[in-house]
C-alpha cells in the first residue's frame, strides 16, 4: 500500500527544506512526525503537513480497497523537494561596502511518498534471501575450483615424481651398462692374450 502528497509553493528555499526532509527519510510516520515537532527550522511545519496529507491518503486508499493499514506502520519511503519558482522583488537588502543586493523570495515543492511496512519487510527479506542464496552459490563455485586446483596440483606433483623415477632408473641403468660394456672388452682382450700365447 503506497499513498502520495505533494505541498506546492511553500515559503523557503529547496536547499533549506531538504535538510529537513533528509531527517524523515526512511523513518516510521510517527516518529518522523515526532522529528518533525520538534526540528526548528521554517520548512518543517510544511512538511509535516505534507506528511499528514499523506497519511491519511493512506488510509482513503486503504478504505476504498477494503484493506486493513495501521496507520504506525507506515513509513515514508521516499520524501523529495523540487524548486519553485523565485519571486525577484522591488525591494532590496543591504550588502557590504554601501551596495545593495536585490531582495529574492524562493519557493519550493515537497512530495512525500508513505509505504506500509509489511510490504517492504517482504521485500527485503526476499532480497535478503536471493543474496543469501547468490553468495552460497559464489561459495561452493569457490570451492569446487579450490578442490580442482588441488586435485590438479596432486597429479602435477605424482607426474612429477613418476618421471624424477623414470630418470632416476635411467641415470642407474646407464653406468650397469658402461660397466657391461667394460667387461665385454676385458673379455675380449683376454681371449686375444691368450690366443698370442698359444701360438
Do not use: W
Amino acid at each position: 500500500m503506497e499513498a502520495r502528497a505533494s505541498a506546492k509553493y511553500l515559503r523557503g528555499s529547496a536547499q533549506k527544506a531538504r535538510l529537513v526532509v533528509d531527517l524523515i527519510r526512511g523513518k516510521r510516520v510517527g516518529e518522523a512526525l515526532a522529528i518533525l515537532r520538534f526540528t526548528n527550522k521554517r520548512a518543517a511545519s510544511g512538511i509535516e503537513k505534507c506528511l499528514r496529507s499523506a497519511i491519511a491518503n493512506a488510509t482513503e486508499t486503504a478504505e476504498r480497497q477494503n484493506v486493513a493499514v495501521d496507520p504506525d506502520e507506515l513509513v515514508v519511503k521516499t520524501c523529495f523537494v523540487d524548486i519553485g519558482p523565485t519571486k525577484h522583488r522591488r525591494r532590496v537588502r543591504p550588502a557590504p561596502q554601501g551596495r545593495a543586493y536585490r531582495e529574492q523570495r524562493h519557493f519550493c515543492h515537497v512530495t512525500v511518498l508513505v509505504a506500509s511496512e509489511d510490504k517492504e519487510g517482504g521485500a527485503g527479506k526476499d532480497a535478503a534471501a536471493g543474496r543469501g542464496k547468490k553468495s552460497a552459490g559464489k561459495k561452493g563455485a569457490t570451492d569446487k575450483a579450490a578442490e580442482t586446483k588441488t586435485a590438479a596440483a596432486d597429479a602435477k606433483g605424482k607426474a612429477a615424481a613418476r618421471k624424477g623415477g623414470a630418470k632416476k632408473a635411467a641415470t642407474a641403468e646407464e653406468p650397469a651398462a658402461e660397466t657391461k660394456t667394460t667387461t665385454k672388452h676385458a673379455s675380449k682382450k683376454k681371449t686375444t692374450a691368450s690366443e698370442e700365447t698359444q701360438e
